[in-house]
């Protein structure tokens, strides 16, 4: 299975390439390009992804992606990626990890993940320039990785 961030691409793909209308109608264009997942586990991407249903005159209802990822705060979205400028690099030690930061960062970017609500993650501690985030049981070093890439996308050009 393709992992979470691709899904996501893939998700604003479709529904921003047509009308969408239901779950039933996203789920076989996604398979159609390769995405086989639950109805479950898609309903959970569109909230994350905050995926809106607008009227539409001809098709009642159809899914909308919404301008910005943080749609409750227009500036959040770019005070996001600001913040990926101070993310260093991250280790992963059983189900907890430490992220390195510049100076001044590390509790902005600890309120980011946790505002994230982000499923691997249970949690944050942070200092000045050091995150100590709690991850749930299992989670490898590419699944927070990708977490963290769809939390502040920014970072898929720093981290490795």
Known sequence: MKNRVQRHIAIKQVISGGTISSQEELLL???DTGYSLTQATLSRDLKTMQVAKIPDPVMGYIYKIPDRKMV???G????????????IDFQVSGNLA?????????????????KA?????????AGDDTILVILREGLTRIQLKNSF???MPKLEEKIV
């Open 29 to 31: 264009k996604l398979r």
């Open 72 to 74: 409750d705060d227009p």
């Open 76 to 87: 959040r979205f770019q005070r996001v990626n600001y913040l990926a400028d101070g993310f």
């Open 98 to 114: 430490v992220v390195k930061t510049l100076p001044g960062y590390a509790s902005s970017i600890a309120s980011v993940i946790d």
């Open 117 to 125: 609500n982000a499923r691997e993650i249970m949690g944050t501690i």
């Open 149 to 151: 890439i769809s939390i």
